[in-house]
């Protein structure tokens, strides 16, 4: 395990704790969750080390990253995520003048294949490789492996996307920067992540699953991401919610909380956060539309 020492947003030293909670998707193991006295940024902490985080990640559940149709959820999941790309897609043409995109990632590249199939120039960044060669097997698409922001052109694309990544991402200062100088000078840049401020973070504590320990490194607020992208001259344009997330986010926790899914009990939990979300803009998962500061 290692300690951070320095709040990765601010760089003060002193943290309160948050939460406590358990790793109860995996490996059952308890992590602390701190709270930066000076930015109230939160984050996992201690945390495993870079090389150890991988095998929180080896689950034949973890179905971001496969494409299995069996058994109920899995099938709610693939129907899902072909709507969520449907409307991911209607939002970004809607937004960017350009048709160039960059999806860091991207898993098995489902994603970019869509934009890809609408006459998109696409490219995926994904750091496991099963996943990438998926992607790169299924659909003939260029997926790299996280080496290739060091390398890439600065203001290659007119949009780049984080769809809850960042929140898994050891050094957000560095993903963020390397984000930044991919993007034109003109481009946007969305990141997803999910919001411990929402309504379901508040009912399930830490059954919550937008906690995700460990795999979960970095738990934003509204003003936490603010502040991380201001330092280093980027602004959020706009905060859209993705309200189907308050759903997903809610049968996982009852799941934990109770050890079973209940399909109901999720079912209304979801429809309170969004109904609750709707005063403060604050739903279970935001995505922050993000431009440069004009120099
Ligand atoms: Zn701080």
């Known amino acids: 395990m290692v300690k951070i020492e320095q709040c990765p947003v601010c760089g003060y030293e002193q943290f309160s704790p948050f ?22 940024f939160r984050f996992t902490n201690p945390r495993p080390q870079n090389n150890e985080l991988g095998r929180y990640y080896e689950s034949q559940e973890y179905i971001s990253h496969s494409n299995t149709k069996s058994g109920l959820f899995s099938v709610m999941y693939q129907s899902i995520r072909r709507r969520t790309i449907r409307t991911k897609f209607q939002m970004i043409s809607g937004l960017s003048k350009g048709n160039s995109i960059l999806d860091i990632g991207c898993a098995t590249g489902e994603l970019i294949h869509y934009f890809a199939d609408r006459g998109w120039k696409v490219m995926g960044i994904e750091p496991n490789e099963k996943a990438r060669h998926f992607a790169r097997e299924q659909y003939q698409l260029q997926i790299e492996d996280e080496n290739y922001l060091v390398e890439a052109l600065p203001g290659s694309f007119d949009v780049v996307t984080m769809w809850h ?127 440069k500061e004009k120099t």
């Open 19 to 40: 939460l406590t909670l358990c790793d109860y998707f995996l490996s059952g193991e308890t992590f602390d969750i701190v709270q930066c006295d000076q930015c109230s």
């Open 165 to 291: 990544v960042l929140e898994h991402v050891p050094d957000i200062n560095a993903r963020i920067k390397e984000a930044k100088s991919v993007m034109k000078d003109d481009g946007l840049l969305l990141i997803a992540v999910p919001n411990p401020d929402s309504w379901d973070a508040g009912y399930y504590g830490k059954y919550w699953a937008g906690y995700d320990v460990p795999r979960h490194l970095h738990h934003f607020t509204k003003k936490s991401m603010h502040q991380l992208l201001i330092n280093y001259g980027l602004k959020v344009e706009n905060e859209i919610p993705m309200k189907i997330d308050s759903f997903y986010v809610s049968l996982l926790s009852e799941k934990y909380l109770h050890g079973k899914r209940k399909w109901i009990a999720a079912f209304w939990s979801g429809i309170r956060s969004n109904i609750c979300a709707r005063s403060k803009n604050n739903y279970s998962s935001m995505i922050f539309v993000v431009k």
